[in-house]
Structure formats: structure tokens, C-alpha cells
């Protein structure tokens, strides 16, 4: 366990998702839904640092899923927005193709920073 080779990757993932955040609004402007785009990028962000743990694997794949729920809550809101509580406990009414995008982007942010850990340690 190296905290500061851990920290440096979940920062990427932080710095990944931020820009995949920024970047999803400016596709949407084009007239494009990418949602995919804040998870995935949050796990090439935590890709550029070589993490130890499988802990540092899951905390980034929770990012990632926080990056893309947080986003298509900015992007369309429900119209009685009761916050980000309210958004939460209404996932189910988003459509399937929603769903799936904010879930592969969180696979993504899991999955880039588990193979690039090789081995690595269990705690």
C-alpha cells in the first residue's frame, strides 16, 4: 500500500471525471448525448497513475458513478427538482439508455485502474 501512489490515481479519477464532466455539457450543446464521457474519462484519469490496491479500483469505479449521476442530474433535472436527494430516489423513472451509460462509465472507472494495478494488493 503506497498512499501517495494511491492518492495521485484517485486524483486522476477526480481530474477525469471533472473534464468528462465539462466535456458532456459541450457534446450536448452539439447535440449529442454522451453520457458515458464522466465515468470513462475518470477511469483514464486514474489510469495515468499505476494503483496498488483494489480498494483504489473501487473508490475510482464509485467516482466514476458519482460523476455520472451528479452530471445527468445538472443536464435534466426532474421538474419538481427536490435537490440531488430527490434525483437519487427517482433513478428508476430515467430511461434504460441513461441507466446503461452512466453504468458502463462506471465500469470503465472501475475496470482501467484495476488492470493497471496488475496484481496488486488486496488491502
Given amino acids: 500500500m503506497n498512499p501517495k501512489r494511491d492518492g495521485l490515481v ?7 471525471g471533472l473534464l468528462g ?3 458532456f455539457f459541450w457534446v450536448a450543446r452539439q447535440g449529442f448525448y454522451g453520457l458515458i464521457l464522466p465515468g470513462g474519462l475518470a ?3 486514474a489510469g495515468f497513475g499505476r494503483g496498488g490496491a483494489r480498494w483504489v ?3 475510482c469505479g464509485l467516482v466514476a458513478l458519482v460523476f455520472g449521476l451528479v452530471t ?3 443536464f435534466a433535472p426532474f ?5 440531488f436527494g430527490y434525483f437519487l430516489s427517482h433513478l428508476h423513472q430515467l430511461r434504460p ?6 453504468g458502463v462509465g462506471a465500469a470503465i472507472g472501475f475496470w ?3 488492470r493497471r494495478g496488475g496484481a496488486g494488493e488486496l488491502v
Avoid at 79 to 83: S, V
Avoid at 97 to 102: E, G
Fill in 57 to 59: 479500483a473501487v473508490a
Fill in 43 to 45: 477511469g483514464l484519469g
Fill in 21 to 23: 464532466h465539462l466535456l
Fill in 112 to 114: 482501467v485502474p484495476f
Fill in 79 to 83: 421538474e419538481a427538482d427536490g435537490g
Fill in 97 to 102: 439508455l441513461t441507466l446503461a451509460m452512466i
Fill in 72 to 74: 445527468e442530474w445538472r
Fill in 10 to 16: 484517485l486524483l486522476g479519477a477526480v481530474a477525469g
